[in-house]
C-alpha cells in the first residue's frame, strides 16, 4: 500500500462522517448503528438513499447537494476511492451525506428492515461469470428487501449491456414494476422535460466518463422491490461485452452467460 492510499486512510478515520467496518463475516453482530441511522448518525427522519459500490462517492455527493431534504450513504470496500467523496462532502458542509465501507455481501448487518427508502447501483461490475455475485441477482435482491421500505425504489445505471439486460430480464421474470428504463440514457435525456430529472440522471461518475469517452451507451432502469413473494432467476442466455475496464481484453473465449 503506498503511502498516499494511508495518509487517506489516516485523515478518513477522522471523519465523523465516515463508518469504518471492512472485516465483516457471517458470523459478526449486527452494527451498533443498525436501526438508528436516522437518530444517531444523521439526526433527523428524513429518507435513506444507498448508493452501493459508491466508487469516489459522485452520486451520493451529488445527490446529497440537490436534496437536502433526504439523508444518503455511499457504500464501498475501497477506502482510498471513498476518500475523495467523502472529503468532498466533509469541505462542503454536506450533513446529509455519510460513507460506510464494507462489503456489500453483509449490507443487511447495517440496517434494519424498512430502514432504507432507495437503492442506487452506479456501474457496479456486471459479474458476467456467476449470477450470484451480480448487485441485481437474487441473492442482493433478497438482502435488499431486508432493509428496503416496501416498494422501495431500485436504480441501476451502467455501461454494461450484459447487466441491463440481465437485470431488465430479472425484472420481467419477476413482475417487478418499472418506473423508467432505456438503453440509451443521454439520447433519452436530451429529450426529457423535466429538469429534476435531466439533473440527477446527468450526475457523471469517473468511471462512467471512461465509457462515454470510448463511445458506450449508458443504460438506466429504475424499478420498485415489492417485500411479498419469491424472487426467481431469469432462465436466459445473455451475450457478454465484448471489453473490461481499462481496456483490457475478455477473460475467456465465450460469448454468452447465464
Known amino acids: 500500500m503506498s503511502k498516499n492510499k494511508l495518509a487517506k486512510f489516516a485523515e478518513m478515520a ?16 449486527y452494527h451498533p448503528l443498525r436501526g438508528k ?7 433527523n427522519d428524513n429518507p435513506i438513499v444507498l448508493e452501493l459500490g459508491c466508487g469516489r462517492g459522485e452520486y451520493c455527493v451529488g445527490l446529497g447537494r440537490m436534496f437536502p431534504n433526504k439523508n444518503f450513504i455511499g457504500v464501498d470496500i475501497k477506502g482510498a476511492r471513498m476518500y475523495t467523496g467523502a472529503t468532498e462532502a466533509k469541505n462542503e458542509g454536506l450533513t446529509n451525506v455519510g460513507f460506510l465501507r464494507t462489503h456489500i455481501e453483509f449490507i443487511d448487518k447495517f440496517f434494519t428492515p424498512n430502514e432504507v427508502a432507495e437503492i442506487w447501483l452506479t456501474f457496479s461490475d456486471p459479474q458476467m461469470r456467476k449470477a450470484t455475485k451480480r448487485l441485481t441477482s437474487t441473492h442482493f435482491l433478497e438482502r435488499y428487501r431486508r432493509l428496503l421500505q416496501d416498494n422501495g425504489i431500485v436504480h441501476l445505471k451502467t455501461d454494461s449491456n450484459f447487466l441491463y439486460t440481465y437485470t431488465s430480464c430479472m425484472v420481467e421474470a419477476n413482475h417487478l414494476p418499472v418506473l423508467f428504463q432505456t438503453d440509451d440514457l443521454y439520447h433519452t435525456l436530451s429529450a426529457e422535460e423535466d429538469a429534476e430529472v435531466k439533473e440527477i440522471l446527468g450526475i457523471r461518475t469517473y468511471y462512467e466518463q471512461q465509457w462515454i469517452d470510448r463511445g458506450l451507451n449508458i443504460k438506466y432502469l429504475k424499478f420498485r422491490l415489492p417485500q411479498d413473494g419469491n424472487l426467481i432467476e431469469p432462465e436466459v442466455e445473455i451475450e457478454l461485452d465484448d471489453y473490461r475496464s481499462y481496456n483490457r481484453s475478455k477473460r475467456s473465449g465465450l460469448t454468452t452467460s447465464k
Do not use: L, N
Not at 477522522?14 to 453482530?29: C, G, L, R
Not at 441511522?37 to 439526526?43: L, M, R, S, V
Open 37 to 43: 441511522w436516522h437518530a444517531e448518525f444523521f439526526k
Open 14 to 29: 477522522s471523519y465523523d462522517h465516515v463508518i469504518e467496518a471492512p472485516f465483516q463475516t457471517p458470523d459478526t453482530p
